[in-house]
C-alpha cells in the first residue's frame, strides 16, 4: 500500500472518531437537558403541594346534620359554618334536581362567617 493510501486511511479513521465523539457529545448534551427538564418538573410538583388544599371536615361545620322532608314538599335552611381564617368557596351537589332545588349552588363563606344554602323539596314521590 503507498504511503498516500495509508494517510487518507488514517484521516478516515480520525474523521470517524471525531464524528463519534460529536455524536457523544450531543447525546450527553440531551442527556443533561433531559435531566434537567426533570428537575424542573419536580420543582412543579413540589409545588403543587404547596398549594392551598379544599376545605377539610374540621374546616366547615353544617347544621342540621340531616334534613328531612315530606312529600308535599317544603323549604328548609342549611347553615355552613366556616371555623377558617380564610375565604372558602362552596358548591352544593344535588343528585336528584328534578326533585330538590338548591340556591345558591356556588357561594362564598367568610372567614369565621356561615353562608345560608336554601333547599327546596318539590311535590312528589
Given amino acids: 500500500m503507498s504511503p498516500k493510501k495509508k494517510d487518507d486511511e488514517k484521516k478516515e479513521e480520525e474523521d470517524k472518531k471525531k464524528e463519534e465523539l460529536q455524536e457523544d457529545e450531543k447525546k450527553e448534551e440531551k442527556e443533561d437537558?433531559?435531566?434537567?427538564?426533570?428537575?424542573e418538573e419536580e420543582k412543579n410538583d413540589s409545588n403543587k403541594d404547596k398549594v392551598k388544599s379544599p376545605a377539610k371536615s374540621r374546616d366547615v361545620a353544617v347544621a342540621p346534620n340531616a334534613l328531612?322532608?315530606?312529600e308535599k314538599g317544603s323549604l328548609k335552611q342549611l347553615i355552613i359554618m366556616n371555623t377558617t381564617d380564610q375565604r372558602l368557596a362552596v358548591k352544593v351537589k344535588c343528585s336528584d334536581n328534578q326533585l330538590y332545588r338548591v340556591a345558591p349552588v356556588f357561594g362564598f363563606c367568610p372567614q369565621k362567617g356561615t353562608l345560608k344554602v336554601d333547599v327546596l323539596r318539590r311535590e312528589g314521590p
Avoid at 437537558?33 to 428537575?39: A, C, G, I, T, Y
Fill in 68 to 70: 328531612s322532608f315530606p
Fill in 33 to 39: 437537558e433531559r435531566k434537567e427538564e426533570n428537575k
